[in-house]
């Protein structure tokens, strides 16, 4: 299956923080991803090659709940 072009965004609500995660393809097979909690980027560390949508997908959602965490922390 040829992904050149993919591109799919999630938007939800975890503890009253909305996130969008995208997930996007511009080589085949290869996906990347941006995070964001209430409109701010969400750092995420450096990965290697991501070559599923689903593991790019749940490496977001992984970034976003731990940045949760962390507002939490400095409440």
Partial sequence: ???E???RTLHG???GHHFQI???SEMADLFNFLATV????????????IRSKGDA?????A???RHI????RRV
């Fill in 38 to 49: 209430d409109g701010a980027g969400v750092n995420v560390p450096q990965q290697g090659a």
């Fill in 5 to 7: 072009g993919y591109r």
């Fill in 63 to 65: 970034a976003i709940e």
């Fill in 13 to 15: 609500v975890i503890d």
């Fill in 57 to 61: 997908m749940q490496l977001a959602l």
């Fill in 1 to 3: 299956m040829r992904t």
């Fill in 69 to 72: 965490e962390e507002l939490g």
């Fill in 22 to 24: 995208t997930v996007t």
